[in-house]
């Protein structure tokens, strides 16, 4: 066969992929070493992400001498150990340590998660402590803050004080107690109306 045939010149030649990536990678970091660093490997703990660029040599014996938990003492990579069973995230038994304070550990640290508690929104308080951070006030909606209206009170009443302010109304405008005045009979019902609101949104 010869070797100018149209068959032969649709072979495709596969160029050497090795030489490729070694005149596109940058020098190896390892001191005094001139080959290039086609392989990467970790920085270290704290640092995840990060990459150091050896040659295939320099970066076995990297390997060989790499320890991510370097300078932690027994007591802390247990912890780590533990914690990553849940993937370092906060956990807690159901019904209880509602009000366990959560702060940022080891393992917190280590994946950026510190800013995530200071961030987090928790209008119920089911994380227990942000922090000292005042609660929010929660906020009427219309036919609520209207039903306060109705019986003289304003948004932050708590539910003892609608209970009594409702119980004094219904008495003062009972119709056995108000003498056949019609228009203590409407404000009646505007009480008992406002009362079945105010009692729907659970606010008592």
């Not at 070694?22 to 660093?37: F, I, N």
């Not at 320890?67 to 906060?90: M, V």
């Not at 509602?98 to 961030?119: E, I």
């Not at 019902?189 to 079945?196: E, F, I, K, S």
């Amino acid at each position: 066969m010869s070797v100018y045939t149209k068959s032969f010149d649709k072979i495709r030649v596969r160029r050497d992929r090795q030489a490729e990536l070694k005149s596109h990678a940058p020098r190896c970091q390892w001191d005094g070493c001139e080959e290039a660093g086609t392989h990467r490997a970790p920085v270290g703990r704290m640092r995840e992400g990060e990459y150091f660029r050896f040659c295939f040599e320099h970066v076995r014996e990297y390997n060989k001498a790499y320890n991510y938990f370097s300078g932690l003492t027994d007591n802390d990579i247990a912890r780590f150990q533990k914690e990553a069973l849940t993937g370092h995230r906060p956990t807690w038994t159901m019904g209880a340590n509602g009000h366990t304070r959560v702060g940022p550990d080891f393992a917190q640290k280590r994946s950026g998660r510190a800013g995530y508690y200071a961030r987090i929104h928790d209008p119920f308080g089911m994380f227990g402590d942000r922090g000292g951070e005042a609660p929010r006030e929660r906020k009427a909606k219309p036919l609520e803050a209207k039903a306060l209206e109705t019986l003289g009170l304003d948004a932050k009443a708590t539910g003892a004080e609608i209970k009594s302010r409702y119980k004094e109304l219904v008495k003062r405008h009972h119709p056995d107690a108000n003498g056949g005045d019609r228009g203590s009979e409407d404000r009646f019902r505007d009480v008992l109306q406002a009362y079945r609101v105010l009692k729907q949104a659970g606010l008592c």
